[in-house]
């Protein structure tokens, strides 16, 4: 019976006005929205489409979704189980929280070696929060497994994946032996959005807990220093041509732009 690990994290909704987006430079954290929830990682929400389309085709495929984050996650596992997915697998625990990218893997391929065997691990190109994209990558090294990143279209039989990857000037195709990772981008299209009926039978599918003492870890082992996090300042210097025509303005909005050496 094929199995589909999808990695999906939980992120700020990137709907919400930038004018809302705060972090804490102390403590060196983003601060939660207040009156708007977090969302599932867009590109993770495509990854679990991309197992659906397989599950669509064999549909004895297993898709398990899997989350490293706090207890706010949990809706994120819901949604994807609402979409389709069979089972979750929510990592919580305080001392993994603060878990940088390397971690992340780290921690995300111990999950994974508990519930194998696996055929496919689908992730994000990036997570649209921190924008690292390297979680996937990271984690196919740890596991062993091969890696095959931008993914359009990702098909799994016989042992191996197709994948028809993005290219800068086109597309390619590309296959590898299962088990591996595949990271997929937007141009897979957009994610089936869950009815009301399945977000009703999402809650009785099950999601498995774990925590460090689970997976052998004590402690997140970060690898990076976060020196500092902070919003920049802009500042916006703006002109106001007057003038007594429109093409008098115009005139003098080309003189101003030439001697700022824009035009
Ligand atoms: C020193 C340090 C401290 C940090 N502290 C915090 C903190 O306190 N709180 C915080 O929210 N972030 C924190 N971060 C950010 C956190 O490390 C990253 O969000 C996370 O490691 C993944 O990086 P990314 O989001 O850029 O992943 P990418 O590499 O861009 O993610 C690619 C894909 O990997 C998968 N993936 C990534 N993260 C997860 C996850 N958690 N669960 C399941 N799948 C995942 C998804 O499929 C995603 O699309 C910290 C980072 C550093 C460097």
């Known amino acids: 019976m094929p199995h589909i690990v999808c990695c999906v994290k939980q992120v700020p909704d990137p709907e919400a006005p930038a004018s809302q987006f705060k972090v804490d430079e102390a403590a060196?954290?983003?601060?939660?929205?207040?009156?708007?929830?977090?969302?599932?990682?867009?590109?993770?929400?495509?990854?679990?489409?991309?197992?659906?389309?397989?599950?669509?085709?064999?549909?004895?495929?297993?898709?398990?979704?899997?989350?490293?984050?706090?207890?706010?996650?949990?809706?994120?596992?819901?949604?994807?189980?609402?979409?389709?997915?069979?089972?979750?697998?929510?990592?919580?625990?305080?001392?993994?929280?603060?878990?940088?990218?390397?971690?992340?893997?780290?921690?995300?391929?111990?999950?994974?070696?508990?519930?194998?065997?696996?055929?496919?691990?689908?992730?994000?190109?990036?997570?649209?929060?921190?924008?690292?994209?390297?979680?996937?990558?990271?984690?196919?090294?740890?596991?062993?497994?091969?890696?095959?990143?931008?993914?359009?279209?990702?098909?799994m039989e016989g042992g191996k994946v197709t994948v028809e990857r993005v290219l800068l000037d086109g597309f390619e195709t590309v296959e590898a032996p299962t088990p591996c990772v595949v990271t997929v981008s937007n141009e897979l299209g957009e994610p089936r959005y869950p009815q009301l009926r399945q977000i009703m039978q999402a809650a009785r599918k099950e999601v498995v807990t774990m925590t460090g003492s689970d997976l052998g870890i004590d402690g997140a082992k970060n690898r990076i220093n976060l020196e500092a996090l902070f919003v920049p300042e802009t500042a916006v210097d703006t002109e106001f041509i007057e003038a007594d025509s429109a093409k008098e303005a115009g005139e003098q909005l080309a003189v101003r732009l030439r001697e700022a050496k824009l035009i």
């Open 28 to 155: 060196k954290k983003v601060l939660p929205i207040p009156g708007i929830q977090p969302v599932p990682s867009q590109f993770d929400t495509i990854g679990v489409e991309a197992a659906l389309r397989v599950k669509d085709k064999v549909a004895d495929t297993t898709i398990t979704i899997l989350t490293l984050g706090p207890d706010a996650y949990r809706d994120t596992i819901k949604h994807c189980l609402a979409m389709g997915a069979d089972e979750g697998v929510h990592i919580n625990d305080p001392a993994l929280n603060e878990a940088d990218h390397w971690a992340t893997a780290e921690i995300l391929a111990a999950a994974i070696k508990k519930i194998e065997p696996v055929d496919l691990i689908i992730c994000g190109r990036q997570a649209v929060d921190w924008d690292m994209g390297v979680v996937g990558s990271t984690l196919a090294e740890l596991m062993g497994f091969p890696v095959i990143t931008i993914a359009k279209e990702v098909q």
